[in-house]
């Protein structure tokens, strides 16, 4: 059974940092790419990053580049999600989702940037 679980979620002030992870297992990890999305109230779902262990290919999206960065943990199954220069629209529920469908996705961690 293919479980992706998202952690590290939680209320920052403008200009902090978190760390999220996504700890996957039913699957061969370095078969497929990570992706991160993520959802706040009344906006579009988007994604924000991307991550292939088997090539080290990394993707974010133009609102977070520069202050997120996606690694990994070979060992361990997971994928880190390191947001740093937090800031207010970056407020959302994070999910990583394996080869970026949507349809297989973790239940999601509630990150909130108070300004």
């Known amino acids: 059974e293919v479980q992706l679980v998202e952690s590290g979620g939680g209320l920052v002030q403008a200009g902090g940092s978190l760390r999220l992870s996504c700890a996957a297992s039913g699957f061969t990890f370095d078969d497929y790419a990570i992706g991160w999305f993520r959802q706040a109230p009344g906006k579009e779902r988007e994604g924000v990053s991307c991550?292939?262990?088997?090539?080290?290919?990394?993707w974010y999206a133009d609102s977070v580049k520069g202050r997120f960065t996606a690694s990994s943990d070979n060992d361990k199954n997971t994928v880190f999600l390191h947001m740093n220069s937090l800031k207010p629209e970056d407020t959302a529920v994070y999910y990583c989702t394996k080869a970026g469908m949507w349809s297989v996705r973790g239940q999601g961690t509630q990150v909130t940037v108070s300004s």
């Open positions: 991550i292939s262990r088997s090539d080290g290919f990394t």
